[in-house]
């Protein structure tokens, strides 16, 4: 089992920069994919970035690609999502998610789920 918590989120100005963190324990979570993705209110959730267990291997969704970076730090236990240049179409509670495919970890059915954190960007 792997548990998932995520901080980092607040209120900024567009092109500004925000790090979220997602802390990550339990005796499997090395071995497992890491993505996030994050709800805008009033639509679904929208896959956002996904790190391999092995932290060589990253993907993006198209509207963050340039801008977001995601990265593992496997000695905390921690999942970073940079985001740089920040739009206000960004505005989403962000959800950090676990799964041992590859290929799960890219959508919504990803097995394990934090609770998510709120980034507002203002214009």
């Known amino acids: 089992q792997v548990q998932l918590v995520e901080s980092g989120g607040g209120l900024v100005q567009a092109g500004n920069s925000l790090r979220l963190s997602c802390a990550a324990s339990?005796?499997?979570?090395?071995?497992?994919?890491i993505g996030w993705f994050r709800r805008a209110p009033g639509k679904g959730r929208e896959f956002v970035a996904a790190?391999?267990?092995?932290?060589?291997?990253?993907g993006y969704g198209e509207s963050v690609k340039g801008r977001f970076t995601i990265s593992r730090d496997y000695g905390a236990n921690t999942v970073y999502l940079q985001m740089n240049d920040l739009k206000p179409e960004d505005t989403a509670v962000y959800y950090c998610?676990?799964?041992?495919?590859?290929?799960?970890?890219?959508?919504?059915?990803?097995?394990?789920w934090g609770q998510g954190t709120q980034v507002t960007v203002s214009s």
């Open positions: 790190v391999a267990y092995s932290g060589d291997r990253a």
């Open positions: 998610a676990a799964d041992l495919s590859r290929h799960v970890i890219l959508t919504t059915r990803a097995q394990y």
């Open positions: 339990g005796p499997t979570y090395s071995q497992h994919y």
